[in-house]
């Protein structure tokens, strides 16, 4: 079994930045890829950033030049760094990866970060 543990996670002024971890534990094969996504009070998650095995990255255009993904793979441990928080980045954080693993192929989350940005 394959944990993901997210941290990194608090309460930022606007204009602040954030850096979150997420930490895969477990007997891993290979991570294919890893993303951020993120939840809201009321609406939906949202996919904030991916980044596959090769290194191509993709975002969602609100935090385009604002937020940067990124992995060691040594470390199975994946990074996003928030810079130039908005009031609208408050949201719980979640991470995702799509893991080899001794049963095969599986998706996996993490429990959640609260990132909070407020004056």
């Known amino acids: 079994q394959v944990q993901l543990v997210e941290s990194g996670g608090g309460l930022v002024q606007p204009g602040g930045s954030l850096r979150l971890s997420c930490a895969a534990s477990g007997i891993i094969i290979e991570i294919y890829s890893m993303y951020w996504y993120r939840q809201a009070p009321g609406k939906q998650r949202e996919l904030v950033a991916g980044?596959?095995?090769?290194?191509?990255?993709r975002y969602v255009s609100s935090v385009k030049g604002r937020f940067t993904i990124s992995r060691d793979n040594a470390k199975n441990t994946g990074y996003l760094q928030m810079n130039s928080l908005k009031s609208e980045d408050t949201a719980v954080y979640y991470c995702?990866?799509?893991?080899?693993?001794?049963?095969?192929?599986?998706?996996?989350w993490g429990q959640g970060t609260q990132v909070t940005v407020s004056s």
């Open positions: 980044i596959i095995s090769g290194g191509s990255t």
């Open positions: 995702n990866a799509d893991v080899r693993d001794i049963r095969g192929r599986n998706e996996y």
